[in-house]
């Protein structure tokens, strides 16, 4: 199929600047979704916060730490895995759930991706604050640092969004996609370095698991500066890396599919 690259770059550039619109569509999808409960968005907080003391409790006795310095890791390393999971687990459906919206409205569908990923800004915002208490529990000191998590957190968005367009064409085209995203995502929960630290496996294995890592390396970027030290300068360079090849390859994805999604829909 043709590629229409200007068309693609357009829809992405409309969208991008109706931040009000997808701001409003964020917003209202997290408040549908807790509508008529009475902790609203912090039951998912809550419940996030009682799986970490709990895995942090069992995990430290198990590795012989020390809670005080492995709960901050855990906490860390959980919240935002938790965003970028659930951000990859909608963008298989970002199109079908839309699929009336779609086919009665004629907008950039760029939107959608937005929205999904700003909504999961604003619940990852919310599961900070499980971050916040423990790093007052622990003592974690605030340090220049920190500031780093603000462009660790922007890459995972920026990159967030040309896999949940991927996984979003795929997922219309296939409907395998979004339940073989959910399983996969499930192994590599436990092959990333989240519960356990890098230093616990070396040689081959590990620089599979660990340098060849992608996920590792954008949890790091946030990771690192909410506990107060810089992310390795391999971290960086492997999140810039993947940024510009996976936007490369998507716009090409993209240009060429973007007109066949409400037909697959």
Not at 68 to 96: C, D, H, R
Request: hydrophobic fraction near 55%; charge should be positive.
């Amino acid at each position: 199929m043709h590629a229409d690259y200007q068309g693609t770059l357009l829809d992405i550039q409309q969208a991008i600047r109706n931040r009000e619109m997808w701001m409003r569509l964020g917003w209202s999808d997290v408040k549908a979704k807790y509508r008529r409960t009475f902790l609203g968005p912090l039951w998912n907080t809550l419940s996030l916060g009682v799986v970490i003391l709990a895995m942090s409790v069992v995990m430290a006795r198990l590795f012989n730490a020390d809670l005080k310095q492995f709960l901050p890791y855990l906490t860390a390393g959980m919240v935002t895995w938790t965003m970028m999971s659930a951000m990859f687990n909608e963008g298989g459906q970002v199109f079908i759930a839309s699929e009336s919206l779609i086919k009665a409205l004629r907008f950039p569908l760029t939107t959608l991706i937005c929205s999904l990923v700003w909504r999961n800004l604003i619940l990852f915002g919310h599961n900070l604050g499980i971050y916040a208490l423990v790093a007052l529990f622990t003592g974690i000191p605030v340090t220049w640092a920190t500031l780093l998590a603000l462009p660790g957190l922007f890459l995972v968005a920026v990159n967030a969004m040309w896999v949940a367009i991927v996984l979003g064409i795929l997922g219309a085209r296939f409907r395998d996609i979004p339940p073989v995203v959910s399983a996969a995502l499930q192994i590599v929960v436990f092959v990333t370095p989240i519960f356990w630290h890098p230093e616990q496996i070396k040689g081959k294995l590990g620089f599979v698991l660990i340098d060849l890592n992608v996920f590792y390396h954008f949890i790091e970027i946030v990771r690192r500066p909410l506990l107060g030290t810089a992310p390795s300068y391999m971290s960086w360079l492997f999140a810039l890396g993947v940024t510009l090849l996976g936007w490369t390859f998507t716009m090409e994805l993209y240009s060429r599919f973007r007109r066949r999604i409400p037909f697959w829909l």
